[in-house]
């Protein structure tokens, strides 16, 4: 247990007498059923066999992670590290992925055994009981569905070693067991560069995550007289419920933000009115059950109909997006795509009269002075994190090359800050996103979310259409 979990019993829980603990360690039906093996178990063995070479056969160590506290006694639903599912096609919490030439088939995953009754923890524990947080699957089981030998989760100490490569920062106990090594960083940039390459099976799951998010979207939307109502809140929860119901849940905390609320990048708190007169920026996303996840913005009028001065806004935003993913291609310069919307969006700064230089002069990287305006990057890869592949080699991602099997998002935006001076005061507290997904293909890209409507028109038959 890292010092980050809850205690795995509390004062407060009844006293356990003797009779008690006896008895509740006999009777139990240890028969089991056997499910599939897993789709991608052949996959995750080649990925290993990758990480495994590029380390010489070093024994190297992926934890899947543990629930955070939240507070008090109480934890955030567990989600296991991207890099340990990737590697194992599975995420239990606790577990931990040691991968070593000389274990059989190379690697073993150390686990909580739901086949064991030997001690009182299947049924005391808060933290790793069965009885508190669901039946666990027997070794037997997982070996078979994933194709891992398993072992138990105590026995991982005799293989923290000094010389073992960690992916660090996910769990504390072995963080503290393993004392730094140089390897470590590069295990975490090895994992990521492989992980930039998407193959079929990646692709399909994004697929299904982006077309999960935008029935999410059409639900928020058909839901409208509510979130005028009621506000952003409603937002979140309606579309918290289709990820739910679908998916895994949310891939990351949804931004429903209203007027001035959108010129804050990360506004997750939701908590405000939708002024009739106002946009709304809503940045959204399914995590799969697969827990691969979509990422989708639009920025979309209250009462249904653009203003002129959002319209304007908006439209600039838009040929942005529309330049930044044309540039979208394999061969070409990650970011290139930046480059091309930023064009566009610095010369509809200047077309609004906001700029205190020319065009050229903005855009000298000396200078950089629009970027008051646009405030970040234009887009990032996208998988199993929302913002994938964070570690990877400099070189390769971001100032690598496009290539087939990337996923990326290309988002474009405008921030207008409500106590802004520079800009006209029809303008102040305007924040506008346009935001997809698209994977580069041999020809070009593709993008996965074009069927969301993303122009004015679109957006306003949108609403017309769904009686909000």
């Known amino acids: 247990m890292t010092s980050s979990e809850p205690s795995a019993t509390q004062s407060y829980d009844p006293p356990v007498s003797d009779a008690l603990a006896v008895f509740m360690s006999d009777g139990w039906d240890s028969a089991l059923t056997k499910p599939a093996r897993m789709d991608v178990s052949d996959r995750t063995a080649q990925r290993r066999q ?25 934890a955030y639903r567990f989600r296991p590290e991207s890099d340990h599912v990737w590697l194992t096609g599975i995420g239990e919490q606790h577990s931990i992925l040691v991968i070593d030439g000389s274990l059989p088939e190379g690697a073993a ?3 909580l055994d739901g086949g064991r009754r030997d001690t009182d923890e299947f049924w005391r524990s808060r933290t790793r009981g069965e009885f508190w947080n669901g ?6 089981v997982v070996e078979y569905m994933t194709g891992i030998p398993c072992r138990d989760l105590d026995e991982v100490s005799t293989m923290l070693t000094p010389d073992t490569v960690v992916l660090r920062g996910v769990s504390a106990h072995v963080d503290r067991s393993v004392s730094v090594s140089p390897d470590d960083a590069d295990l975490a940039r090895v994992l990521s560069d492989l992980r930039l390459i998407k193959d079929d099976h990646e692709i399909a799951e994004l697929t299904a995550a982006v077309e999960i998010t935008m029935r999410g979207f059409d639900d928020v939307v058909a839901q409208w007289a509510q979130v005028r109502e009621h506000g952003e809140r409603w937002i979140e929860g309606t579309f918290a419920r289709r990820a739910r119901l679908e998916g895994n849940g949310v891939g990351y905390a949804s931004i429903a933000a209203a007027g001035s609320h959108a010129t804050s990048l990360h506004w997750i708190d939701n908590s405000g009115s939708v002024p009739d007169d106002q ?4 940045d959204m996303g399914v995590e799969a059950h697969s827990l691969y996840t979509a990422d989708i913005t639009r920025t979309i009028p209250a009462n249904g109909v653009f203003s002129d001065a959002q319209r304007v806004v908006y439209e600039i935003v838009e040929r942005a997006q529309d330049a930044g993913m044309a540039a979208v291609r394999p061969g070409a310069k990650f970011r290139a795509f930046h480059h091309a919307a930023t064009d566009v969006l610095v010369r509809g700064l200047n077309d609004l009269g ?5 065009v050229d002069e903005a855009l000298d990287p000396e200078s950089q002075v629009y970027r008051r305006w646009t405030l970040c990057g234009t887009g990032h890869m996208l998988g199993l994190d929302v913002h994938d592949c964070g570690n990877a080699t400099f070189d390769r991602y971001p100032e690598g090359e496009l290539a ?17 001076l520079l800009v006209p005061p029809e303008l ?3 924040g506008i996103r346009i935001e997809d997904d698209l994977v580069v293909t041999a020809q070009g890209s593709v993008n996965l979310s074009a069927a969301l409507p993303r122009t004015v028109p679109d957006i306003e038959s949108w609403f017309s259409s769904s009686g909000s």
């Open 50 to 74: 990758q990480v495994s070479a590029a380390f010489n056969g070093k024994r190297l160590v992926i934890p899947a992670g543990a629930p955070p506290r939240r507070s008090g006694d109480q």
């Open 404 to 420: 087939q099997g990337h996923v990326l998002t290309v988002e474009p935006g405008l921030y207008f800050q409500e106590d802004d």
């Open 354 to 358: 906001l700029l205190p230089c020319s």
């Open 428 to 430: 102040r507290g305007v």
């Open 135 to 140: 039946r666990r699957l027997a070794h037997s």
């Open 279 to 282: 946009l709304v920026l809503m």
């Open 109 to 111: 995953l150390y686990r």
